[in-house]
């Protein structure tokens, strides 16, 4: 079992950047897939990036939406069982609660494709 907790939410401005980071306890953290989600009021839950369990951020390795390509990138720190999101140039429409995920298996770009989630960070991006 993996528990993950997320941080390094807030407020910003257009424009600006922030980084999120999610720790994970349990064992064989390098073992799972990992992914960010966010969720917009009254919208569901979307698929912002993710990184297989290699660890390795190269185009092979991670995916992300388009909507959030360029401006996000996701890494991961096996050693410190712990995996980021770097948000820059953030617009009024990234804000969101944005939750990390855990898998053992191949990473995808649905909710039901992973077993273990955070409780999420709010990032609210101002106008």
């Known amino acids: 079992q993996v528990q993950l907790v997320e941080s390094g939410g807030g407020l910003v401005q257009a424009g600006g950047s922030l980084r999120l980071s999610c720790a994970a306890s349990g064992r064989s953290f390098s073992l799972y897939a990992m992914g960010w989600f966010r969720q917009a009021p009254g919208k569901e839950r979307e698929f912002v990036a993710n990184?297989?369990?290699?660890?390795?951020?190269?185009?092979?390795?991670?995916q992300y939406a388009d909507s959030v390509k360029g401006r996000f990138t996701i890494s991961r720190d096996n050693a410190k069982s712990s995996v980021y999101l770097q948000m820059n140039s953030l617009k009024p429409e990234d804000t969101a609660v944005y939750y990390c995920?855990?898998?053992?298996?191949?990473?995808?770009?649905?909710?039901?494709?992973?077993?273990?989630w955070g409780q999420g960070t709010q990032v609210t991006v101002s106008s």
């Open positions: 990184i297989k369990w290699s660890g390795i951020g190269t185009l092979d390795n991670t």
């Open positions: 995920a855990a898998d053992r298996g191949v990473p995808t770009m649905t909710p039901e494709g992973y077993d273990y």
